[in-house]
């Protein structure tokens, strides 16, 4: 694909779409991914609900189906079997009646409904629905805080790097050292066999990943027991955004449904978790950064999680810090936004979310960025976004200093994004 044509690039991204569709779910891409992920499908949503409304409910609402008993939205729903990914069901042994992961996903579902409700055509239709996912998504928010964030200090932990979304982030690196690999049982990664093992987490990483899962399913994955039992557990800035936004958009979905307990337990929770966030700021790197939650202290490592708080209502001051560090790394990089800062010796271009461009991140960066009135930095992001996709396809990430498409190909939730930035461009 070389030109920018938006009804070409449209018509290509519902292709994608379709393709990664299975009724009433869509798979991330065909292969590498072949079942449910969370926030993949929530996002793909909106791009869903420009061509097909229903479609894009019944996509979240297959997701919350397979909620658990506690509260908690697993990571990924094992829908249909397949011996193409690792670890499969079997190793993460949470019996649930179709299985699921054991640990969750950045929670953008209130954000997501709450759009979809916003932009509905069919505004009755949209209220029967978001009324039959308002309170799931509530227990959702209430578990998070619950579970992990015991001591209330307004900001939940991660327990396992692949919660974040961003798997093998610089941001873990330290903290990953405490997590032990022994004992891990032999298993044969997938991944490496769909991708390129150089753009994929190294090996060392990958036996933490499954050290943490076989520890938490010895505990029976009681997430009463997880936060303080596990060594890993970090406080991410972009998460809690996320979090503390889909508090904030439930809270008004509720209000216009006529909810008012909901809307006020979202909105208190919100309000705590911004006053929290503060302590996340380093004026150094001018945007926020991770906290061990281990051991109290910030984690230097200058990531694209750190900017995405701005998705949540940040002041002011910190936007515009956070608009003028994604200005200073396009200065570094062809196409914004790196998943790390180029600066930094550490940053991978090739490597996942060492380095990459997302286009998920950039739509949510962007709309945060607009939100605070950041408009021109907003508007290079799309731009750069759109360039990605004329140069290189519906990848699943893209080296930010060539644009080479990296990882997947086809990818659901790219696709998803383009419709959205295409949309948007013709309001
Ligand atoms: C990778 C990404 C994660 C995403 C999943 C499916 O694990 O890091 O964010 O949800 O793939 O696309």
Redesign the pocket.
Same mark, same amino acid.
Request: hydrophobic residues 40%; charged residues 25%.
């Given at each position: 694909m070389t030109s920018l044509d938006p009804a070409k690039v449209y018509d290509h991204a519902l292709e994608v779409l379709k393709e990664n569709d299975r009724g009433t779910y869509t798979v991330?891409?065909k292969g590498?991914?072949p079942f449910q992920?969370? @926030?993949?499908s929530c996002l793909t949503a909106l791009g869903q609900s420009h061509y097909d409304e229903g479609r894009a409910w019944t996509e979240i609402e297959t997701l919350f189906a397979h909620q658990w008993p506690d509260g908690m939205v697993p990571?990924i729903v094992f829908h249909v079997y397949s011996d193409g990914y690792f670890p499969g069901p079997d190793v993460w042994g949470t019996n649930r009646p179709t299985a699921t992961s054991g640990i969750t996903?950045?929670p953008v579902a209130g954000f997501a409904i709450r759009r979809l409700y916003d932009r509905a055509k069919d505004k009755a239709a949209a209220a029967e629905r978001a009324r039959g996912l308002l309170a799931k998504v509530d227990a959702w928010h209430e578990w998070f805080y619950a579970n992990r964030d015991p001591r209330s200090e307004g900001l939940v932990a991660i327990l396992h790097p @692949?919660e974040?979304?961003?798997?093998?982030s610089i941001d873990w690196d330290e903290a990953f050292e405490r997590v032990p690999t022994e004992g891990v049982a032999p298993y044969t990664r997938r991944d490496t066999q769909h991708a390129d093992p150089a753009h994929r987490p190294t090996k060392a990483q990958y036996d933490r990943y499954l050290w943490l899962v076989e520890h938490f399913r010895a505990l029976g994955w009681d997430n009463s027991r997880l936060h303080d039992a596990s060594p890993f557990q970090v406080v991410d800035p972009g998460f809690n955004a996320i979090l503390i936004r889909s508090c904030t958009d439930l809270a008004d979905l509720a209000d216009a449904l006529g909810e008012p307990a909901i809307a006020a337990a979202n909105r208190a929770r919100a309000a705590k978790g911004l006053a929290a966030l503060g302590s996340l700021w380093s004026a150094a790197h001018s945007q926020y950064v991770c906290q061990d939650r281990t051991t109290g202290m910030l984690i230097d490592s200058a990531s694209i999680g750190g900017l995405l708080a701005v998705f949540a209502a940040i002041p002011a001051e910190q936007a515009r810090g956070i608009a003028r560090t994604i200005e200073r790394q396009a200065g570094l990089v062809k196409y914004i936004v790196p998943s790390h800062d180029p600066a930094d010796t550490r940053f991978e271009a090739k490597r996942?979310?060492r380095g990459p461009a997302?286009l998920?991140m950039n739509y949510m960066i962007a709309d945060g960025l607009k939100a605070a009135g950041e408009t021109e930095i907003a508007a290079r992001i799309v731009e750069s976004s759109l360039e990605l996709i004329a140069r290189s396809g519906f990848a699943?990430y893209y080296d930010p200093l060539t644009g080479e498409p990296c990882g997947?190909g086809r990818?659901?939730?790219t696709a998803a994004m383009v419709i959205e930035f295409v949309e948007q461009g013709r309001r």
């Amino acid at each position: 694909m070389t030109s920018l044509d938006p009804a070409k690039v449209y018509d290509h991204a519902l292709e994608v779409l379709k393709e990664n569709d299975r009724g009433t779910y869509t798979v991330p891409t065909k292969g590498l991914y072949p079942f449910q992920w969370n @926030w993949d499908s929530c996002l793909t949503a909106l791009g869903q609900s420009h061509y097909d409304e229903g479609r894009a409910w019944t996509e979240i609402e297959t997701l919350f189906a397979h909620q658990w008993p506690d509260g908690m939205v697993p990571h990924i729903v094992f829908h249909v079997y397949s011996d193409g990914y690792f670890p499969g069901p079997d190793v993460w042994g949470t019996n649930r009646p179709t299985a699921t992961s054991g640990i969750t996903q950045p929670p953008v579902a209130g954000f997501a409904i709450r759009r979809l409700y916003d932009r509905a055509k069919d505004k009755a239709a949209a209220a029967e629905r978001a009324r039959g996912l308002l309170a799931k998504v509530d227990a959702w928010h209430e578990w998070f805080y619950a579970n992990r964030d015991p001591r209330s200090e307004g900001l939940v932990a991660i327990l396992h790097p @692949w919660e974040s979304g961003r798997d093998n982030s610089i941001d873990w690196d330290e903290a990953f050292e405490r997590v032990p690999t022994e004992g891990v049982a032999p298993y044969t990664r997938r991944d490496t066999q769909h991708a390129d093992p150089a753009h994929r987490p190294t090996k060392a990483q990958y036996d933490r990943y499954l050290w943490l899962v076989e520890h938490f399913r010895a505990l029976g994955w009681d997430n009463s027991r997880l936060h303080d039992a596990s060594p890993f557990q970090v406080v991410d800035p972009g998460f809690n955004a996320i979090l503390i936004r889909s508090c904030t958009d439930l809270a008004d979905l509720a209000d216009a449904l006529g909810e008012p307990a909901i809307a006020a337990a979202n909105r208190a929770r919100a309000a705590k978790g911004l006053a929290a966030l503060g302590s996340l700021w380093s004026a150094a790197h001018s945007q926020y950064v991770c906290q061990d939650r281990t051991t109290g202290m910030l984690i230097d490592s200058a990531s694209i999680g750190g900017l995405l708080a701005v998705f949540a209502a940040i002041p002011a001051e910190q936007a515009r810090g956070i608009a003028r560090t994604i200005e200073r790394q396009a200065g570094l990089v062809k196409y914004i936004v790196p998943s790390h800062d180029p600066a930094d010796t550490r940053f991978e271009a090739k490597r996942y979310w060492r380095g990459p461009a997302w286009l998920v991140m950039n739509y949510m960066i962007a709309d945060g960025l607009k939100a605070a009135g950041e408009t021109e930095i907003a508007a290079r992001i799309v731009e750069s976004s759109l360039e990605l996709i004329a140069r290189s396809g519906f990848a699943e990430y893209y080296d930010p200093l060539t644009g080479e498409p990296c990882g997947g190909g086809r990818f659901t939730w790219t696709a998803a994004m383009v419709i959205e930035f295409v949309e948007q461009g013709r309001r």
